[in-house]
């Protein structure tokens, strides 16, 4: 078993739907990121969360620790958001050790 | 954006001769690590350096060597290319200030 996983792997929406993004995972951790990869593109950081929930923009990211899971939410959807949503985790103790999920492939159709 | 460069962006090149890619950071971040990205796999850890001259192993580190002389420069070497590590090469800094994780654009290379 993977100490990142993300659910769904593909997801299709259309504009304007609201979409939620899940990851879980089994080690003990500091920090968890989101990441966003266009298709041929780089990677960018989206949130960095140790506890509760941020906002920026049309995205929320909420984690609960107890229960070692994650969740993107992308209010609006629209058909830019388009893109891969990686999910990292950094365990406890250590700046070196990020462990990345597999990615969820988000594609938002008008 | 904390200014990584990688160089070059696109690379091919035959089995057995040696490759270095650049990663060049403007921030002054203490922490830099070069990733591997294939299909099905998530970003995989080849080597990270916590300081000039401070490095260490990731997970698929064997074929693969790093040098950080300087903060803002790490180098990563293929001794001697194989098709295996035909992949795209991902550098990324991060900000102790801030626990923010920033990554260069990606090289891609491809390894004949």
């Known amino acids: 078993k993977n100490e990142v996983e993300q659910s769904p792997q593909n997801l299709t929406a259309q504009e304007g739907e609201f979409i939620t993004i899940n990851c879980s995972y089994s080690v003990g951790i500091s920090a968890l990121h989101w990441l966003q990869q266009h298709p041929g593109g780089g990677i960018v950081s989206l949130f960095m969360?140790?506890?509760g929930k941020k906002k920026h923009g049309r995205l929320i990211a909420t984690i609960n620790i107890q229960e070692k899971h994650s969740s993107l939410h992308i209010t609006a959807s629209h058909p830019r958001d388009s893109a891969v949503y990686i999910c990292a985790v950094r365990s406890t103790g250590t700046a070196s050790k990020l462990t990345f999920g597999t990615g969820t492939r988000l594609q938002v159709t008008l | 954006d904390a200014g990584i460069t990688q160089s070059p962006r696109h690379k091919v090149t035959e089995t057995g001769t040696p490759v270095t890619l650049r990663c060049h950071q403007t921030e002054n971040h203490r922490y830099m690590y070069w990733y591997r990205q294939d299909p099905g796999h998530g970003l995989r850890l080849i080597h990270y350096?916590?300081?000039?001259?401070?490095?260490d192993k990731g997970e698929v580190s064997d074929g693969y060597s790093v040098s950080r002389s300087k903060t803002e420069d790490f180098l990563l070497t293929l001794e001697s290319a194989t098709s295996s590590q035909t992949s795209v090469y991902f550098c990324?800094?991060?900000?102790?200030?801030?626990?923010?994780?920033?990554f260069g654009e990606g090289s891609r290379l491809t390894v004949l």
């Open positions: 350096s916590y300081g000039v001259k401070d490095t």
């Open positions: 969360l140790s506890s």
């Open positions: 990324a800094t991060y900000s102790t200030a801030t626990g923010e994780l920033f």
